[in-house]
């Protein structure tokens, strides 16, 4: 499971306080299988969304958006088959449900994993291309600042890397949103799909997550919700 340093906002350049208003109305999951879950959730919660840890398909129902955290990819995808959440969750992302994908989440959310085990469970819905742990061990983690495109101002963000997936390609339908100064693609998004190498739930700058809201937000304008009732199990 990752773990790492909460940095305060006077160590980051580029922090600005986000509203801690982001979120209200809006009820935004966070898969909780395995991995770093509780970080997202403390700070959705501090950007005053109605916070849902999901674990069993009846979870998903009435969502505005869903994050899925860094871990273990493997053991997340074992974990949603054997609790019959991959099928529903995979289907629901793809009526347009607003996901993002760090780290782990972001090679479930891969339509082609490069090196991927063999019969490894994904939900293959964004037109991204990933390779697992390519930066190397938890030893080799590291962390710097970054520019994301469509954020915000364009100020950086600080990005920490921990056992890190590369997207090594993005499709036609979707595009890359942030990248190191060797071209490394880190973050991609498509549509309402965001996916990131690294892990912005282990800082105290919390304008990725609000920029997330905003997504959600704005889609649910356009779609008054999904409801997944009859996908979902008792």
């Known amino acids: ?41 403390r700070i959705l919660a501090t950007l005053g969304a109605t916070v849902r840890e999901v674990r069993l398909p009846r979870d998903l129902d009435g969502l505005d958006g869903i994050i899925l955290p860094g871990g273990e990819s493997t053991t997340i995808g074992k974990l949603l088959e054997a609790w019959g959440v991959l099928a529903p969750l995979r289907s629901a992302i793809g009526r347009g449900l607003p996901c993002w994908g760090t780290c782990a989440g972001a090679i479930l959310m891969a339509r082609e994993v490069l090196d991927t085990l ?38 950086p963000f600080p990005a920490m890397f921990i056992r890190a997936p590369k997207i090594e390609a993005v499709g036609p339908d979707a595009r890359a949103i942030a990248v190191l100064e060797d071209g490394t693609i880190v973050a991609a998004r498509q549509g309402n799909w965001l996916a990131t190498s690294f892990h912005p739930e282990l800082t105290s700058d919390t304008r990725f997550h609000a920029w997330f809201l905003d997504i959600a937000r704005a889609n649910r304008g356009q779609n008054s919700g999904l409801t997944l009732a009859s996908t979902a199990m008792p």
């Open 1 to 41: 499971m990752p773990t790492g340093t909460l940095h305060s906002p006077s160590t980051q350049p580029g922090w600005r306080e986000t509203s801690s208003l982001a979120g209200q109305g809006l009820t935004i999951g966070v898969l909780a299988m395995q991995g770093a879950f509780v970080e997202h959730v």
């Open 118 to 155: 063999p019969g490894q469970p994904l939900l293959s819905v964004m037109d991204i291309s990933v390779r697992r742990n390519a930066f190397g061990r938890q030893v080799q983690s590291f962390e710097t600042m970054i520019m994301i495109d469509g954020m915000d101002s364009g100020l």
